[in-house]
């Protein structure tokens, strides 16, 4: 007679990506442990109700696991709200340059902080706006990107609007305009 096993359904965190039995052993756990709360109350309750934290860990190094891991999260912790602030200190640039009499581009810089694939941003700017856009460097050998036609008041609605979206409201968007280029 064979017996036939059932695959373990493992269920895994909305926040760190480990399987929530593990959550205890990354960087966000408070933030773990709150999702999994309103995620899965059920399961929430069978590993972290007091029964369930009874260890056969002796309590001096239980003591110590648990005070390294509060430290690891808190360091954690300080670190996305470092990155939080930076991000929110950084402006975006939109120039407006003059090409020839009445041509103008648009450049945008400044969008790297924020991790935006910037050949993806230019394919938008031209599917929204109608126009061609490309990625080049500027002088500071940093991408831009550079939209043809007189847009710049809509490319700064629209980089606010997807800012806002993102809980950016404080990030400047600077429009400036240059002569020739």
């Given amino acids: 007679m064979t017996t036939v096993l059932e695959p373990v359904q493992v269920k895994y965190c909305g926040v760190c990506t480990f399987p929530v ?7 966000r756990f408070k933030k773990c442990k709150t999702w999994l709360e309103s995620d899965d ?10 029964s369930a ?10 003591a110590k696991i ?12 300080r670190k996305e709200e470092r990155e939080l602030q930076s991000l929110k200190s950084s402006k975006v ?6 090409r020839t009499k009445h041509k103008h581009v648009i450049a945008v810089a ?5 991790d935006v694939d910037m050949k993806k941003m230019a394919k938008t700017f031209a599917s929204k706006f109608a126009t061609g856009a490309s990625v080049s460097k500027n002088a500071e050998k940093k991408d831009e ?3 043809q036609g007189d847009v710049g008041d809509e ?4 980089l606010v609007g997807l800012l806002k979206e993102k809980g950016l409201e404080e990030v400047k968007v600077e429009q400036v305009s240059e002569r020739r280029r």
């Fill in 21 to 27: 039995e593990f959550c205890e052993f990354g960087k």
């Fill in 41 to 50: 109350p059920e399961l929430y309750k069978t590993l972290y109700a007091d």
């Fill in 53 to 62: 934290l009874n260890s056969s860990l002796s309590s001096e190094k239980e």
């Fill in 66 to 77: 648990s005070e390294s891991l509060a430290k690891m999260q808190l360091k954690e912790e």
């Fill in 93 to 98: 640039l939109v120039k407006r340059i003059q």
């Fill in 110 to 114: 400044g969008l790297e902080v924020f």
């Fill in 145 to 147: 990107v550079v939209i």
């Fill in 155 to 158: 490319v700064e609605a629209y």
